[in-house]
């Protein structure tokens, strides 16, 4: 095995039936090998306890052995597209689904989750100082950081061969769930390296962005900052995932000194306004991760979020970039609904006229003409030829991307990106899984979401 097969890249579910998950083992069930063990097995906990999901769902998961896989790029897009169908509003039976039948390649659970490169890591060593303060404030208008710089500076992670502003930083932003490494490694990572326009830095924000999503938050303000100021000030640009654009557009909104350092912001598959299949697996009432009841349809931090100009792109306009590249979605998206025009939660308005496209995937391409296979989902969009087009073009230019000088249209023939294989596909798909576990095995569990912060109470709802 190896390693890049168990590299994995996680989606963002949101939600969790949920009293806190016990320990598990293996040996605790029997194992699962066949279609009609895992319907049993999930049918006995969809009729149970609703309380009892999570610890019962996290040994369902464990009990999994994967069946043989798909053998091609095409063959794993037949297979998607039926586990889609099958489990509409069902991320937790599509997540098992996806592990029993080898779609997340041939490891089961404890290797997924057992696998932790080094670019996973929140716990480096970054003795490079700022070239300026940056903490506790670098702009008066920053709103302050709970978190000690230490640990904010330790969840970035710097590869070997990083060159310090030589090549343009990219900042990568994972999802709910997941690191960076896992969310990026087997697609922009792989598509950008060698190239003269991206030089990746990993956020790796502890426990995964379950928790409150205004900490998450002051991990990106201040790797905006720190990656910038060790760069010979120059802008840097973010590549992010689901949720981790939510805490990108918050860190934007009240670290205004983000703003003019930030040339590119390249969102693939983001909530702005939570999601509305959010109580279907996480009904009220029940302890969930704390970032997950902030994905609520309307949370009080979604409004919050969205209030007083958070609905629309912050940056300045300078004379060589218009800050906001790209929003990139997908219709079919089994994470986060609605995600249909004009009211698409991934869509973010442009009130500022610093430079937007919201680019929806079926948009550009027709509903069914992406490569044959329509339901393009949450996770996909991360190895989808469109989406990697349009970063490409924003990445290389000024202002958003441009549908077509990027190629897009071009590119709705393939269903990944060119120069990905089949082991990556399956390294993105694996990320359902292993997100769904980590979610049902969060320890620190909440009925309510998280206070708003001092700094954004004069954006909140009342109480």
Same mark, same amino acid.
């Given at each position: ?17 949920? %009293? ?28 149970? %306890? ?6 019962? #769902? ?45 779609? !997340? ?29 940056? #903490? ?75 928790? /409150? ?24 640009? @973010? ?35 939570? @999601? ?39 940056? @300045? ?32 308005? /442009? ?21 044959? %296979? ?29 549908? %077509? ?5 071009? !590119?709705?023939?393939?269903? @990944? ?41 004069? /954006?909140?709802?009342?109480?």
């Amino acid at each position: 095995m190896t390693p890049r097969t168990i590299i994995t890249i996680a989606a963002c579910l949101a939600g969790v039936y949920a %009293a806190p998950a016990t320990s598990t083992s293996s040996a605790a069930a029997p194992l699962i090998t066949t279609a009609s063990q895992l319907a049993s097995a999930l049918n006995g906990l969809t009729q149970g %306890a609703p309380a009892n999901f999570a610890s019962g #769902y996290a040994s369902v998961m464990k009990s999994i052995r994967p069946q043989a896989g798909p053998t091609s790029i095409a063959d794993a897009a037949t297979q998607l597209q039926a586990l889609y169908a099958k489990h509409q509003n069902d991320p937790f039976g599509l997540a098992a689904d996806i592990l029993l039948n080898g779609v !997340a390649g041939p490891q089961d659970i404890d290797d997924l989750t057992g696998f932790s490169p080094v670019c996973n890591s929140f716990r480096n060593a970054n003795f490079i100082p700022p070239s300026r303060p940056i #903490y506790p404030k670098k702009d008066p208008a920053d709103a302050p950081y709970d978190l000690p710089e230490s640990t904010l500076r330790a969840a970035i992670y710097i590869p070997p061969g990083f060159t310090y502003g030589r090549k343009p930083p990219i900042v990568l932003i994972p999802g709910t769930g997941v690191y960076a490494c896992e969310t990026f490694y087997s697609n922009f990572v792989k598509l950008v390296r060698g190239s003269d326009y991206a030089d990746v830095v990993y956020l790796n924000i502890p426990d995964a962005l379950l928790d /409150d999503l205004q900490t998450s938050a002051e991990y990106v303000a201040y790797a905006l900052n720190y990656i910038s100021s060790i760069s010979g000030n120059t802008q840097v640009s @973010t590549i992010s995932w689901s949720a981790g654009s939510v805490a990108g557009q918050w860190a934007t909104k009240y670290w205004p000194s983000t703003r003019n350092i930030t040339k590119d912001r390249i969102n693939v598959s983001a909530d702005y306004h939570g @999601t509305i299949l959010a109580p279907l697996i996480c009904p009220p009432g029940l302890p969930c991760p704390p970032s997950v009841l902030q994905q609520f349809y309307n949370s009080r931090f979604v409004q919050t979020l969205r209030n007083n100009g958070g609905s629309s792109a912050y940056t @300045t306009t300078t004379t060589n970039t218009d800050s906001l590249g790209a929003k990139v979605w997908s219709i079919y998206d089994e994470i986060v609904e609605p995600q249909q025009n004009p009211n698409a939660s991934a869509s973010i308005q /442009d009130a500022r006229n610093v430079g937007v496209l919201n680019a929806q995937i079926q948009d550009i391409c027709g509903l069914a003409s992406v490569a044959g %296979a329509p339901n393009f989902g949450h996770e996909a969009a991360l190895y989808n030829a469109v989406t990697f087009a349009l970063g490409r073009d924003a990445l290389r230019n000024n202002g958003p991307a441009n549908v %077509a000088r990027s190629g897009a249209l071009a !590119a709705c023939g393939n269903f @990944t990106a060119g120069g990905l294989d089949l082991a990556d596909v399956l390294a993105t798909e694996a990320t359902i899984p292993l997100a769904g576990f980590r979610i049902v095995t969060y320890p620190r569990r909440v009925v309510v979401e998280p206070a708003i912060k001092s700094y954004a109470l004069k /954006d909140a709802p009342p109480a």
